[in-house]
T-cell receptor
């Protein structure tokens, strides 16, 4: 593994189903993030984690949950998917949550909820 | 509220220079980032400004004026591979990134 990986690459999901998007990084970064990207809108932060064992809510957290049991993994769960959650989801990480720390992004998961 | 404004789309010619502007209104300021995103791919880091002035990195330069809430990304000697979206993001008082919608840059031969 080099950098950040996400799985699956894409998924079509029936409304009401539960789905977990996986994210793993091998850079030993402390901070991790989940964003969604929709056409015409900027990246919007869903949840974040500044360090293993802690999580926080971003701009659009409703309908999503996360956990950070260890440094490397940061899964995002949709408990009961709805069509408005159709989007491209990016996981990102940074060495720390400080000002100058750039974020590195995974390749994204394209999710369609029908 | 917090707001990042960028032009939606710009067109430029191969070999030319283009300037992509970004204006922001955020709760606090802890730096401004520019990212490049090719279609269907992840964003990749280009530059970071926290002090006023120009930061140069090869063909790309980024400028910041904190008093004006303004930044621009300057791309010189444009190449076809520079066709991409360019995302401006500001780190706010909570150290979270607030993102603009991005500027799609189209390069014509």
């Amino acid at each position: 593994i080099a950098g950040i990986t996400q799985a699956p690459t894409s998924q079509i999901l029936a409304a009401g189903r539960r789905m977990t998007l996986r994210c793993t990084q091998d850079m030993r970064h402390n901070a991790m993030y989940w964003y969604r990207q929709d056409l015409g809108l900027g990246l919007r932060l869903i949840h974040y984690s500044n360090t293993a064992g802690t999580t926080g809510k971003g701009e659009v957290p409703d309908g999503y949950s996360v956990s950070r049991a260890n440094t490397d993994d940061f899964p995002l769960t949709l408990a009961s998917a709805v069509p408005s959650q159709t989007s491209v989801y990016f996981c990102a990480s940074s060495e720390a949550s400080g000002a100058s720390n750039e974020q590195f992004f995974g390749p994204g998961t394209r999710l369609t909820v029908l | 509220g917090q707001n990042i404004d960028q032009p939606t789309e710009m067109t430029a010619t191969e070999g030319a220079i283009v300037q992509i502007n970004c204006t922001y209104q955020t709760s606090g300021f802890n730096g401004l980032f520019w990212y490049q995103q090719h279609a269907g791919e992840a964003p990749t880091f280009l530059s970071y400004n926290v002090l006023d002035g120009l930061e140069e990195k090869g063909r790309f330069s980024s400028f910041l004026s904190r008093s004006k809430g303004y930044s621009y990304l300057l791309l010189k000697e444009l190449q076809m591979k520079d066709s991409a979206s360019y995302l401006c993001a500001v780190r706010d008082s909570n150290y979270q990134l607030i993102w603009g919608a991005g500027t799609k840059l189209i390069i014509k031969p």
